[in-house]
């Protein structure tokens, strides 16, 4: 469609014709004179006097709260409905009004709006917080934690875990080494023990196999007769 209307319009001839109904080329200022309109601005309304019963600048500025801008909201209402009837322009106390109005709504509405989400926020902060308890997390609580920084301390963690679980392991290790050694150590004396005993009993045995040797001797001496 774009290109059709470009092909029956970009031509030379079509151009040619605009530029010279428009006094373009050539150039003719008169077919631009001829096409001139008078333009007559509408008639304003002068601005009524300022009424100086009332000081408005020691008036004070009302709170934006509801109630009030329901007040503005019912004038403004009536200034426009009879301004309708007029079919006047507004005047600039009534356009300042209602930007007044319009200020305080825009306020509220984005009072309620940073209430919600200061609400929301802390109550994220809330769940959060309950969250890393339960986790038995920290959170950082001074300064930002950059990228490269986070990643130091992710390997400085790292590398420290792997420092205590082999901490763990040796300590482990050296644990059943000891169980170990000590069960050992009382093999070895009951070990001993029983040697010690058993070489008593044999001299024992020994003794009393020399001492009934000895007294075998000490009879047949006295049999024949020596003392």
């Not at 469609?1 to 050539?26: A, C, V, W």
């Not at 309109?37 to 500025?61: K, M």
């Not at 769940?127 to 990228?147: E, M, S």
Request: glycine content about 4%; proline content about 5%.
């Amino acid at each position: 469609m774009l290109q059709t209307m470009r092909d029956l319009t970009f031509k030379r001839n079509t151009i040619t014709l605009s530029y010279k109904e428009t006094g373009m080329h050539p150039l003719d200022p008169h077919i631009v004179l001829t096409r001139k309109e008078i333009f007559d601005a509408p008639v304003r309304p002068s601005t009524p006097p300022p009424n100086e019963e009332i000081d408005w600048a020691a008036c004070l500025t009302p709170q934006a709260r509801l109630p009030q801008i329901e007040k503005y909201t019912n004038y403004i209402t009536r200034r426009l409905e009879a301004d309708q009837n007029d079919e006047s322009p507004y005047t600039p106390t009534a356009a300042r009004v209602i930007k007044r109005r319009d200020k305080a709504m825009y306020k509220l509405l984005y009072d309620g709006s940073l209430a919600t989400e200061e609400l929301t926020k802390k109550h994220r902060l809330a769940l959060d917080t309950q969250a890393r308890k339960k986790a038995n997390r920290v959170v950082q609580n001074f300064g930002v934690i950059y990228v490269g920084d986070g990643r130091l301390r992710m390997l400085e963690r790292d590398a420290d875990d792997s420092k205590r679980e082999l901490e763990a392991l040796i300590r482990k290790k050296n644990g059943k080494q000891t169980v170990v050694e000590k069960k050992k150590k009382r093999v070895d004396n009951a070990r001993e023990k029983h040697r010690k005993e058993a070489t008593l009993a044999i001299e024992k045995q020994h003794k009393q196999k020399l001492d009934i040797h000895l007294k075998h001797i000490r009879e047949m001496w006295q049999r024949f007769g020596y003392q």
